[in-house]
Each structure stands twice: as C-alpha cells, then as structure tokens.
T-cell receptor
C-alpha cells in the first residue's frame, strides 16, 4: 500500500505570495492532519480534517487554511506569505475508524513539503 | 494530552541496544504512549505505541512502568540508520481530535 504523498516536495516563494500544498492520504484513510516544523518552534499542529470537515485547529493565524475533498485528499493554503512561514509542512493520515473500543488511530506521515519564503 | 520529558540527546554504539527513556508522570488512564522518530528532514516515522502492557514489533520494544508514569523505547540492535530524533508522545484514545503534540525529542546518534 502506498504511503502518504505530498506535492510539491520543494517550493520557493516570495513574501506576500500565496501557496497551496497538496496531500494524498494512504488509501482508505479518512483523516488528514497538517503540521508545521521549524527549527525554532519544532513540530506544531496546524489542523485536522475528517469527512471534508475541519475537526481540530492549532494556534495559527487565519492566513493558514485547508480543505479536504470527498476522496480524502487535502490541501492547505497559506496566504500573504511571511519569511517566518519558511518551514517543512507535514501531512499525516489515519484511518479514523468508527470502532468504539481498542486501539487509537495511528498517524502516518508523508515526506513533507519544504517551503522557503524569500 | 499529558506532557512528556525526554533527555535531549544520547549516543549509542552500533550493534548494542539503545534504551530511550520518557517521563509522562501526568498521564491519564485513557492516554496511549506513542513513539515516532524523524530522520533528518524526513517525515516522522511511526515506531510503536502502547497503553499499559509492554509491546514489541519488528522495529522496537516499548516497556511501560506499572504506574504508567514512564516508559522506555528499546532498539534491540542499533544500526547507523537508527540515528534520528525520537519523540515520545501521549495522546488520548478516542479523542474527537487527532492532534499529536510533539516535544523536543531525544537526538540519538549511533556510532560505529
């Protein structure tokens, strides 16, 4: 089974531009989460989508947004880019099964998109 | 989710077992312990998780103390490719959200 894929892998933008990153989850996975990783702040949760609805949101400004499509693929968008948005953006997917007992949903991460803002 | 405390770094000899400690003294009864690792600039890789029993898979073993306030990840025979940052995370089972809270992790350097 193919893993989580993210496109593009590398991106260079300038301040003020906007960017859209894409994530395709593992086949059958319905939950997609996004994380930002910077040297200063480490790995931080951005948001989670399940069944095309945002279920959870981290502490990021409104310039960061996302969406999920009916096939569970997800995109995140960052508008009016700032230098501090330079980071590795990671997507993770999980099954999010409706089981009422037993195990939790393990998240599996993609390789990330390295965004550089100049 | 409960906070975790890990040593910032540790070295390990190739071929020897690597024992990575994690303290989670405020863990709740419904919180699982998860371990991920991140090799430089790659996405975090899931290793193992557990609730209260010890767990083993093809990658590692997880030993959780009886009071669940701490755990140890064991890499039985460390190789150079195990050099990475290892993250210990606790998260609630069945939480409405699926958020992982990463701490600083332990930077493990496997030396030949």
């Amino acid at each position: 089974k193919a893993g989580v894929t993210q496109t593009p892998r590398y991106l260079i933008k300038t301040r003020g531009q906007q960017v859209t990153l894409s994530c395709s989850p593992i086949s059958g996975h319905r939950s997609v989460s996004w994380y930002q990783q910077t040297p200063g702040q480490g790995l931080q949760f951005l948001f989670e989508y399940f069944s095309e609805t945002q279920r959870n949101k981290g502490n990021f400004p409104g310039r960061f947004s996302g969406r999920q499509f009916s096939n569970s693929r997800s995109e995140m968008n960052v508008s009016t880019l700032e230098l501090g948005d330079s980071a590795l953006y990671l997507c993770a997917s999980s099954l999010k099964s409706p089981r009422t007992s037993g195990d939790t949903d393990t998240q599996y991460f993609g390789p990330g998109t390295r965004l550089t803002v100049l | 989710d409960a906070k975790t405390t890990q040593p910032p770094s540790m070295d390990c000899a190739e071929g020897r077992a690597a024992n990575l400690p994690c303290n989670h003294s405020t863990i709740s009864g419904n919180e699982y312990v998860y371990w991920y690792r991140q090799i430089h600039s790659q996405g975090p890789q899931y290793i193992i998780h557990g609730l209260k029993n010890n767990e083993t898979n093809e990658m590692a073993s997880l030993i959780i103390t009886e009071d669940r306030k701490s755990s140890t990840l064991i890499l039985p025979h460390a190789t150079l490719r195990d050099t990475a940052v290892y993250y210990c995370i606790v998260r609630v089972w069945g939480a409405a959200g699926n958020k992982l809270t990463f701490g600083g992790g332990t930077r493990v350097l496997v030396k030949p």
